[in-house]
């Protein structure tokens, strides 16, 4: 047995060390994601979790569809899709005084607005769900176990120590008591907003004031009676006539299962967060009152409290050590960007690892471990984005607030101001008018298709030199990219989603699906036919596969709506190289003059995009 010093100096004993290529700390959507991805790559290995089992709290819910593109890849959406509600259920946010009482206002949210249907539909072949995370880790960690990962939980983290060839790792079993070691190449934390491997890399974090904390109560009440003309999954609640308690005055009501299981977020009154302690009791009063019918049983069945943060870390790596998830970024849960920024995270970081640890197996191409760097430099710039946009989401609630007078000191003042809004006078209209603009503004939180699906990566892992202008063109600069997202083929962009077909007619496919699958992709068409003999040498010279597909009139893809055409971004004859994360790694207008032009061309990418000097 190997002797190890714990951190406050003690010494045990630990049982010899195993080895692997990768050792994963969580079992969250981020570790339970990152498992299931680097599984499905060949890549072998094991993740751990502090808790006996997944989440028991259905916290995430939303997934979105560039999260959904990601399970995609490897056939993990059609479970999900499976045992996600019925979209249809996810129709409208909405602001009443409680679940069966008067509703002051809605908003289409997800897709559903007739005037953003077409635009969800053009970002993807998949559509948002609503899945809880009780039941997404479950998904996750199945498909990982199955193809060959290892899971342990009621695990506990100590510590680990780096080397030039890889990391130890110290692990407690909770159950025997017993320490263990892990010798793997790469060390994954996955451990979310308290990382204790994030800790222990001393990373740097920028940590901005939060807006307070909330409570998360979870529970059981069938409210089937009032939804036929209520759907949606998102219901503010705010009672302005009310002396409400210090712990509650607002609350957001959350479809868990439609419609008898939810989960009311509660927000107490801000800057009195530290005089709330409700018994069962008054939670149960307060729950009642949200719900407005007191004829409904209501089972609460938990009760958790966390707060609303501001939170990026400035790098999410160091040496042989990475850092995803909640560990390195940490926001509200507006505009539903929580766990789906995990499974984006696990998805771009996964690929990277898998051709770098190269399986003689499966084909994977050697990249340099310098490609890894790369995983900060895209990832760590969305994040940023994603917490100041959820952030911002979260603060745009305020003037909603104000415009139904509901953060007025007294009851009195509240219906006052709420009744104002039924006045034919210019205080009434003013007020109305307020209460629109304000409401729409909240459009950024549940219709931001731009922030959901237009991240745009700058890094030595895309290929940029033969680009003449920048892709912040002067019409994507005007337009409100939380909201539009712009289809392109621009290197760096998500390659664009178009359904292309046979030329006699079948099942059709999208032009997302021609990617991914652990390879490098190149797309051309007519007259683009050395493009498919630079790429069978090259990736020879590699030893990797790269696949190629010809689009177009009679190609090995029709484009039956002329949409390729129209978003390809280079001439018929030219190429767009797509990354195993389906992102645009690099296109050329044309063909070069001869085939031997064009290997010489891609191998200059290839070469570069993997780090191989």
């Not at 308690?245 to 801000?270: N, Q, S, T």
């Not at 709506?561 to 044309?590: K, N, S």
Request: charged share 25%; aromatic share 8%; with cysteine.
């Amino acid at each position: 047995m190997a002797i190890i010093k714990l951190a406050n100096g003690d010494s045990e004993h630990a049982t010899p060390i195993n080895s692997m290529d990768a050792l994963i700390i969580g079992t969250g959507p981020a570790g339970a994601a990152l498992a299931a991805f680097l599984a499905n790559y060949g890549i072998r290995g094991a993740m751990i979790g502090s808790c006996p089992t997944n989440a028991d709290t259905p916290r995430a819910h939303i997934t979105n569809m560039a999260a959904m593109e990601c399970l995609r890849d490897f056939g993990i959406d059609a479970e999900c899709n499976r045992l996600a509600t019925n979209g249809i259920n996810m129709m409208h946010t909405r602001w009443a005084y409680s679940m069966a009482g008067e509703e002051y206002a809605r908003i289409h949210s997800w897709g559903h607005d007739p005037k953003r249907k077409g635009d969800y539909e053009a970002a993807s072949p998949c559509d948002p769900v609503d899945l809880p995370q009780t039941l997404l880790e479950p998904i996750l960690v199945r498909n990982a176990t199955l193809n060959g990962f290892k899971c342990r939980f009621d695990t506990t983290f100590v510590g680990f120590t780096e080397d030039q060839d890889g990391v130890l790792s110290t692990l407690k079993d909770n159950v025997s008591g017993s320490l263990y070691q892990i010798r793997s190449k790469y060390l994954f934390g996955a451990d979310g907003a308290r990382s204790e491997v994030f800790r222990q890399l001393e990373l740097p974090l920028d940590v901005r004031p939060d807006q307070g904390v909330a409570y998360n109560v979870h529970l059981k009440a069938d409210l089937s009676r009032y939804m036929q003309y209520r759907t949606g999954n998102l219901h503010w609640l705010l009672q302005p006539d009310r002396e409400h308690p210090l712990f509650g005055w607002a609350c957001i009501a959350r479809m868990v299962k439609p419609w008898d299981e939810w989960l009311f977020i509660v927000l107490p009154e801000r800057g009195k967060e530290l005089e709330t302690n409700p018994s069962d009791e008054q939670w149960e009063q307060r729950m009642k009152e949200f719900i407005g019918d007191d004829s409904i049983p209501t089972e609460i069945l938990g009760v958790s409290k966390w707060r609303i943060n501001d939170v990026v870390a400035e790098k999410f790596s160091k040496g042989r050590v990475f850092c995803l998830g909640d560990a390195v970024h940490r926001h509200p849960p507006s505009n539903g960007l929580g766990s789906n920024t995990c499974i984006q995270d696990s998805y771009n970081l996964a690929w990277k690892v898998a051709h770098v640890l190269k399986d003689t197996n499966r084909n994977l191409g050697h990249a340099s471990p310098s490609i890894l760097e790369t995983y900060t430099e895209e990832r760590q710039p969305v994040a940023r984005g994603v917490v100041t946009r959820a952030n911002s989401s979260f603060r745009h609630h305020g003037p909603v607030w104000e415009a139904l007078g509901v953060i007025l000191p007294t009851p009195e003042l509240r219906v006052e101001a709420l009744n104002e809004l039924t006045l034919p006078t210019e205080q009434g209209r003013a007020r109305r008018s307020r209460l629109q603009a304000a409401i729409e503004e909240t459009e950024h939180e549940y219709h931001a298709l731009g922030t959901e699906m237009g991240q745009y990566y700058q890094s030595s892992a895309i290929y940029t030199a033969d680009e003449t202008e920048s892709f912040y063109s002067p019409e994507m600069i005007a337009k409100d990219r939380d909201l539009c997202l712009t289809r392109s083929t621009y290197p760096g962009c998500r390659l664009p989603h178009v359904w292309l077909n046979d030329a006699v007619p079948v099942e059709r496919i999208s032009s997302i699906d021609l990617a991914g699958h652990g390879r490098f992709t190149i797309l051309t068409g007519i007259g683009g036919e050395a493009w498919r003999s630079a790429a069978g040498q090259v990736g020879a010279e590699l030893g990797m596969e790269i696949k190629t597909y010809t689009i177009g009139f009679r190609q090995d893809y029709e484009d039956v709506y002329f949409d390729w055409a129209r978003v390809r971004g280079v001439d018929e004859t030219g190429c767009v190289l797509v990354r195993p994360d389906r992102f645009v790694a690099w296109r050329y207008d044309v063909v070069l003059g001869d085939v031997t032009q064009c290997v010489s061309k891609l191998r200059e990418v290839m070469v570069s995009i993997l780090g191989r000097k």
